[in-house]
């Protein structure tokens, strides 16, 4: 049995993850606030740390410099993907004409798969931080997907856990591949 | 029918869940058709739910298996729950209530149930058995339109609401967002206490919805008319029910819900809150039991066409109807999406206080069967103040018009205006 830690940014599909994450594992999620996050000293006594979606802008949420300087493997969600590629000197600004609740597709180029997601966000990754290696793109070009190219990071930045996404199952378990999880 | 008899006696005065009336052949057919009733007479132990009142108390109250339990949880009670300090009110954060006698029925196969607790008064039962078995009694007492002793307040002008819609929006580009539910609330001051009995009837009768209530509750009488389920469960087996995406019109055409279900924006408003609901269900719910079915339905009510989804799962062992009920609670779509940051949001944009409004109204029947509204298109008489209040309001995105959330919002509230002062 993996040992995941969910860390919640306050978010309300944080459950859905915690479903999803067990679906994809059979491995029960330990969900935690983030603001007990730097308490808990967690990333050593895991085997994933999953940043989940929240409100509101990377910056404010500092408590995750520890997780994603730990060496443990983190699979960053939405806002998740995000903190991690400010964490490496990318950016992360307004998206013009904000997405939400909306199915899209997605090329995923290190898995050579297109697929249908939920999107929800007004933000997005405009520049992507050193090390970063982006796995995923829409039609259009956004930043959909990354990894690091030496560390154990995977985002997404759409949503696998919602019901507009086709195969929520499959995004987990390649991320996890990704990370020598699985 | 037992609700448009007069009460079994003089001083008696009931509770009332009622589903919709008898399908009638020129309205079309709610596909949440609820024909079930409960009326509960003669109290005979209340609980007034605090932010503080421990959840084995509420767990306790409605463990009786013999006599169903009938409430409501206020939203001032759900903001408490996320610790968003409420403003001044005087309204109740919930109350659970046993009765000494409940009516359960069917407004489809007329039959009818009387329920007693072991303590009822024989006197009690009796009248209420010689009024079951009497059949048919006297039409409901007509409603006529009230008196105001003054004018109709609104707590957010026409500019006021449209400036509300641009500051969501400011929090969605933000990232703060992605739905806020923005509420305008109306008072009517009126010059005598209103037949609230009479209304409810006349609302129910001519605006068919499948959550109606009546409740009393001390100087509060709560007349909801609410279309949507906030949660039903029995044995385990859980659904919500939520509502988004709207369409006034004044002429039924059925092309028009083809205009509806193929609206981008309406679709996504609706696709949010699904998503938000199956979270919340998920905090009791099994892995793997939680499913998406009929997404985007649609029904009519209120001159309004409606989308809808089925939520469905399989509550947890280890977790109690109640459990769920206060976990999920407030329900999602009448808060937005993140639910907490967005609720501390429509805490600085909406100045009036929600009470009762976007909280629940429900049944248990037994501790394994809850049905829970959530308490929209819902108002009440204050008997302290003399005032009928009632709410309306609208789900905000991205995309939304500020005009168009404002006539939707106005739309929604026109079900109390028309039938209170025409």
């Known amino acids: 049995m993996l040992r995941i830690l969910l860390s919640d940014n306050d978010d309300s599909f944080t459950m859905n993850l915690a479903h999803l994450l067990h679906a994809a594992t059979g491995s029960t999620p330990q969900v935690v606030n983030h603001t007990a996050l730097a308490a808990r000293a967690p990333a050593a006594e895991q085997d994933l740390v999953v940043i989940s979606p929240g409100p509101g802008h990377p910056d404010e949420y500092p408590c995750y410099g520890p997780v994603l300087q730990s060496g443990r493997p983190v699979l960053g ?35 050579d798969k297109t697929l249908t997601v939920g999107r929800y966000h007004s933000l997005h990754c405009a520049t992507t931080g050193t090390g970063l290696q982006v796995t995923g793109r829409t039609p259009q070009g956004l930043v959909m997907a990354l990894r690091h190219n030496s560390l154990p990071l995977y985002g997404y930045q759409f949503h696998p856990e919602s019901f507009l996404t086709a195969e929520g199952v499959w995004c987990i378990r390649h991320a996890l591949r990704s990370l020598h999880i699985l | 029918m037992l609700l448009s008899a007069p009460p079994a006696r003089a001083e008696s005065c009931a509770d009332v869940c009622a589903g919709s009336p ?13 024909s079930e009733f409960m009326a509960g007479i003669e109290p005979v132990e209340s609980l007034h739910i605090t932010a503080a009142t421990p959840r084995e108390h509420m767990q306790r109250f409605c463990s009786n298996r013999h006599t169903p339990v009938i409430g409501y949880l206020s939203y001032t009670y759900g903001m408490e729950q996320y610790d968003i300090a409420a403003r001044e009110h005087s309204f109740p954060a919930g109350l659970l209530r046993r009765y000494q006698c409940v009516v359960t029925g069917c407004t489809r196969t007329g039959r009818l149930r009387l329920l007693a607790d072991r303590h009822a008064d024989s006197g009690l039962v009796d009248s209420l058995c010689r009024l079951l078995q009497a059949g048919s009694p006297e039409p409901p007492r007509p409603h006529t339109p009230v008196t105001a002793a003054g004018p109709l307040r609104q707590s957010l002008t026409r500019e006021e609401y449209q400036e509300g819609v641009r500051q969501t929006q400011r929090h969605i580009a933000a990232g703060d967002t992605y739905q806020l539910n923005l509420s305008i609330r109306f008072d009517l001051p009126l010059a005598t206490p209103p037949d609230t009995t009479a209304l409810f009837l006349h609302l129910w009768l001519n605006r068919p919805a499948p959550f109606y209530a009546l409740l009393h509750d001390g100087p509060l009488t709560i007349v909801s008319t609410s279309p949507e389920r906030y949660l039903r469960i029995s044995r385990g087996t859980v659904l919500t029910q939520p509502i988004k995406g709207t369409l006034a019109f004044d002429t039924w055409q059925p092309q028009l819900v083809h205009t509806l279900t193929s609206s981008p924006k309406e679709r996504a408003e609706l696709s949010m809150i699904v998503d938000l609901l199956r979270n919340d269900i998920s905090t009791r719910c099994r892995f793997g039991s939680v499913r998406v079915r009929d997404h985007c339905s649609t029904f009519v009510v209120d001159r309004l066409i409606q989308m809808y989804s089925n939520v469905h799962g399989i509550l947890r062992p280890d977790s109690t109807p109640l459990d769920l009920l206060l976990d999920a609670f407030p329900g999602g779509s009448v808060t937005g ?7 501390q949001i429509i805490d600085r944009l909406e100045p009036h206080s929600r009470d009762l409004y976007c909280g629940s109204i429900f049944c248990f029947n037994g501790p394994d069967h809850l049905d829970a509204s959530v308490a929209i298109r819902t108002g009440w008489h204050d008997a302290r103040t003399g005032v009928f209040s009632w709410f309306a309001g609208s789900g905000l995105v991205t995309d939304s018009v500020p005009e168009n959330e404002y006539a939707e919002t106005m739309a929604k509230a026109r079900k109390f205006q028309e039938a209170l002062c025409p």
Do not use: W, Y
């Open chain 1, 77 to 111: 969600i939405c806002l998740g993907m995000q903190i991690i590629n400010c964490h490496f000197g990318g950016t992360v600004k307004a998206l013009a004409g904000c997405v939400h609740g909306k199915s899209d597709t997605v090329v995923m180029t290190d898995a």
């Open chain 2, 22 to 34: 008898a399908p009638r052949q020129d309205v079309p057919l709610h596909p949440m058709h609820e």
């Open chain 2, 337 to 343: 999406c993140p639910k907490l940051r967005t609720m």
